[in-house]
């Protein structure tokens, strides 16, 4: 490509809208344009980036045995009520209506059309397993879209589905594609993590997330250094430090005026926050629960969410808790809640403690000395604290770690959790009618560019990994009008071209400083700058994007060197 023919527009400024690194390099790059909120244009350079990841992607995909299909984004709605998902999925599901008035879901996922497709298809168990795969546009209505395309309201997705006669099989391909997101993951050049994670609205049994390591990652990845064990913090399970739990032994009720957080209350009695427990009123389907947990940690709801298996779950409004407590807000407790009708679960680290200090379920008191058991009885203990640094591993009981990360995969065992909703059946070797056992597969291929520039940048500009870059190589001309040094140039151009080297040449008649800039900005892993005083010697100046110094070479080997840079 040359310069001057291309739609290449890099911005000067910051673009002030954009909250993280790889959001603003993308649109200071001119590689995406915002249309709506959560909504993009891909541009050249940008569109580039992203066949190349779905050609890597597409690559490992066949390579695993899997097969590409293509299926619609519109999908009736006959068929999300077939696994109850129409509702389920909520308001983050887009929905149209066409001119009969019938509703159709823009898919934010293709579980139930792929299931679908293979209960049309597939009848016998001698035509499994089956691994098909699309890459295409998906549609969330994010409460909060951010971050550029790292979390879009259209976004591509690769998206696979396993489909096997038993159990033993289905864990088969899931392990095939765990092993395919690595092989991707490791050519893309990501520094990365497999961690065990919560299934959320996909469903079934287990799943684990592919999480790109950055700082600036959304997501909290708990760690052990000592063994193999990680996971996103929002399923992470661990042990915690056994503390405090001394708040007397004698049932009192304290007038505790003014006093509104755990460590105003901890002090106020001379105690320390882990003496504390506190209690916190959600409402799950429908009714009021109420949880608590030790002074000092907090609560996971996602795990929550998993333990008491609801399906919706808030906390309570402040009127809900006046109306069902008498008391209003951050005076909650254990005592005397079971005669208001509001089921009562603990966590572990309440379960181990003497005595605590809880709210008094009335306005401005709080009881001490209170003692599980005697004071008040739990419908049940269970595990739903936020783990965090300093914990002890589930598995080894070793010192938890914690670091960020980036979500860029997301594998799945479903299990029959569709296939059973959706009656998709084959008949197995003894002719009995079987439903398949299922697993999905999901990858970010949009989202990737944006971890790839988190992962690697400097305060010049995007640093791309080979693999993915927009173009492998720049050439820069410093000065247009020395002939000499641009009919090299050019000459090297089509070489590089020959060899399918991705190469682009900056033709423009601007100042080196501008060319420099932008190379650096777009983040060409190799540059070429062709000028007047190296080039009466008979040399070029080389520099890899990664590397501070450049080198320079003989004219002669200048092709050599690239080659040798984009390899290593
Ligand atoms: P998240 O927790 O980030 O919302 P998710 O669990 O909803 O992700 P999946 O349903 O597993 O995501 O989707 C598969 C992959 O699609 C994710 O691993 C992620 O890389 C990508 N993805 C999900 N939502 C978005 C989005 N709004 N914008 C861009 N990519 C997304
Ligand atoms: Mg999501």
Known sequence: MKWTESLISTLREDPKEAETISHKLMLKAGLIMKVASGIYNFLPLGWKVVLKIVNIIREEM????????????LSPAELWQETGRWS??????????????KDFALGPTHEEVITD??????????????????????FRDEIRPRFGIMRARE????????????????????????????????????KFRAVEADTGAIGGTSSAEFMVLADTGEETIVYCPNCDYAANVEKAEGKIEK???????KLEKIHTPEIRTVEELANFLKLKPEDTAKTILYMADGGMIAVMMRGDREINEIKLKNAIKANELRLATAEEIVNKTKAPVGFAGPVNLKEKGIKLYIDNSVAEMETMVCGGNEKDYHYSGVKRGRDFKEDKIIDVIKIQKGDFCPKCGKELSEQKGIEVGHVFYLGDKYSKAMNATFLDEKGKSKVFVMGCYGIGVTRIAAAAIEQNYDEN????????????????????????GTDFAFKLYEDLKEKNIDVIIDDRDVSPGVKFKDSD????????????????????????RKEKQAE???????????IEGLKG
């Open 62 to 73: 066949n390579k695993a045995g899997a097969q590409e299909v293509l299926m619609p984004i």
């Open 88 to 101: 389920f999925y909520g308001k983050e599901m887009f929905r149209v209506k066409d001119r009969q008035d």
């Open 117 to 138: 497709m293979v209960r049309k298809y597939v009848n016998s168990y001698r035509q499994l397993p089956q691994i098909l795969y699309q890459i295409q546009v998906k």
């Open 155 to 190: 976004f591509i997705m690769k998206d696979a589905y396993s489909f096997d006669k038993d159990e033993e099989n289905a864990k088969k391909s899931y392990q095939r594609m765990f092993d395919t997101y690595n092989k991707i993951f490791s050519r893309i050049g990501f």
């Open 243 to 249: 503390k405090g739990g001394n708040a007397g032994e």
């Open 461 to 484: 500009g995007i640093i791309w990994p080979v693999s993915i870059a927009p173009f492998e190589v720049v050439i820069i001309p410093v000065n247009m009008k020395y002939k000499e």
């Open 521 to 544: 900005l777009i983040g060409f892993p190799i540059r070429v700058v062709i000028g007047e005083k190296n080039f009466k010697n008979g040399k070029v100046e080389v520099k890899l």
């Open 552 to 562: 320079v070479v003989e004219k002669e080997k200048v092709i050599d060197k690239i």
